[in-house]
């Protein structure tokens, strides 16, 4: 199993990044995916989630009304569109998946999830 993130990059304040998740090995339609972030010093957090077949997308209140989840399971990928950067965006982000039920809320935990991808850095500065 393989979840490859991508898409990170130095984006300006007010700017907008779409990151990508492929997953290989594995069907991605039967898992619940999820978008963690660590910044520098600080613990990871998670900051959104999509349950498997799209049922339900859960975000954090830090990227709330900015960022959004969805998911092509044709493709095996998860995206998260990133707008209205901020500078407390500034981390290196990271993709999950897990296949076992858990709440939206507990979605956002990172001891709910397997698989994890290998991070790419978003940087929001002028």
């Known amino acids: 199993v393989q979840l490859q993130a991508s898409g990170g990059g130095l984006v300006q304040p007010g700017g907008s990044l779409r990151l990508s998740c492929v997953a290989s090995g594995l069907n991605l339609a039967y898992y619940a995916v999820g978008w963690f972030r660590q910044a520098p010093g600080k613990e990871r957090e998670g900051i959104a989630s999509i349950s498997s077949g799209d049922r339900g997308k859960y975000y954090a209140d830090s990227v709330k009304g900015r960022f959004t989840i969805s998911r092509d399971d044709a493709s095996k990928t998860v995206y998260l569109q990133m707008n209205n950067l901020e500078p407390e965006d500034t981390a290196v982000y990271y993709c999950?998946?897990?296949?076992?039920?858990?709440?939206?809320?507990?979605?956002?935990?990172?001891?709910?999830?397997?698989?994890w991808g290998q991070g790419t850095q978003v940087t929001v500065s002028s």
């Open positions: 999950a998946a897990d296949i076992s039920y858990y709440t939206d809320f507990e979605r956002l935990a990172t001891k709910n999830y397997d698989y």
